[in-house]
């Protein structure tokens, strides 16, 4: 791996606890805790409907690593296709999302942090209506796993601004921040533009 800036900034991302879930010690916890927000969000008005029973887990075998992961899933694990036919979670307005989560025990130096679960890898995509004609059509959050080219890329954590091929290093999501990201005002359409200062 080359030593330049964007190395040194994933250092700085992926470093020290960022990937631990602190204090989450087995897969029904980080359930439990998703499924909490959820709910908030339809109690809140944000959620059309209460999602909480497509939060689900399964064990994976991956053979290039040798060692099995926990993978929670949140509709489906992926749907790159971005077909609204297949489970997901939708928004009143109108903008829709689905996510996977990859965790494993974590075993690092961090033994204060032994026994907790570890960010493997993720991905969170929300699309937004067609009806309004955005120019970014689904913005998606990724952390692949490592090794994966794009850890030898610099950009292992990263976002896709609705362009599969454009990626632009991204800050490590933890599943209760993601989340909020997913469920947030920052995230739907203005229902006017803000008047935009103009320099001189």
Known sequence: MNSGPLSRLQDQI???????????RNVKEVKRSIRSRLLRGFREGVLK???TNLV????????EYEQELIAVLGGVEIN???????????????SWFDFH???????????????AL????????IRF???????????????????????????????HP???????????????????LLLSKLLQRPSKRRPRATTT
Not at 56 to 63: A, I, N, R, S, V
Not at 133 to 150: A, Q, S, Y
């Open 14 to 24: 992926l470093g020290g606890t960022a990937l631990i879930l602190v204090g989450m």
């Open 49 to 51: 409907a209460d999602y």
């Open 56 to 63: 689900w887990h399964k064990k994976q075998w991956f053979p």
């Open 80 to 94: 790159r296709q971005r077909d609204p036919s297949l489970p997901h979670f939708e928004r009143v307005d109108g």
């Open 101 to 115: 989560i990859h965790l494993r025990p974590y075993d690092g130096e961090h033994s204060e942090h032994r026994g």
């Open 118 to 125: 570890e960010l493997f890898g993720y991905g969170y995509e």
């Open 129 to 159: 209506p067609t009806k309004l004609g955005l120019d970014l059509p689904w913005l998606r959050f990724d952390l692949n796993h490592p090794r994966h080219d794009n850890e030898f890329r610099a950009v292992r954590a990263h976002f």
């Open 162 to 180: 609705g362009d599969e091929d454009l990626q632009a290093p991204s800050p490590v999501l933890h599943p209760d921040q993601a989340l909020e």
